[in-house]
Nanobody, 119 residues
Framework: QVQLVESGGGLVQVGGSLRLSCAAS????????MGWYRQAPGKQRELVAA???????NYADSTKGRFTISRDRAKNTVYLQMDSLKPEDTAVYYC?????????????WGRGTQVTVSS
């Protein structure tokens, strides 16, 4: 069993910052790619940012230059630093990870953390 636990969400004003964390635990042999997705009311879930085991990163166009994804391999944790937040960043943010359990990779999701940006 694998758990991804997000933290760091909350209410922030336009232009403010938040830092999300996602810690993976359980029967993990290794972690491959980790990432953050978000889902706003009435919209589909979308990729925000992702990072590979080697540290390569990928961002949605809407978050480039404002958000930074990073990971601490020793802690099995991925972070999302969000700066210059806009009202359209309001969503539930979900952590996602490709986890090696035994000899196979499995894809896991966290339960999500709410981010609300007020104008």
């Amino acid at each position: 069993q694998v758990q991804l636990v997000e933290s760091g969400g909350g209410l922030v004003q336009v232009g403010g910052s938040l830092r999300l964390s996602c810690a993976a635990s359980g029967t993990i042999s290794s972690l491959n790619s980790m990432g953050w997705y978000r889902q706003a009311p009435g919209k589909q879930r979308e990729l925000v940012a992702a990072i590979t085991s080697g540290g390569s990163t990928n961002y949605a166009d809407s978050t480039k230059g404002r958000f930074t994804i990073s990971r601490d391999r020793a802690k099995n944790t991925v972070y999302l630093q969000m700066d210059s937040l806009k009202p359209e960043d309001t969503a539930v943010y979900y952590c996602n990870a490709d986890v090696m359990v035994g000899l196979r990779f499995e894809n896991w999701w966290g339960r999500g953390t709410q981010v609300t940006v007020s104008s």
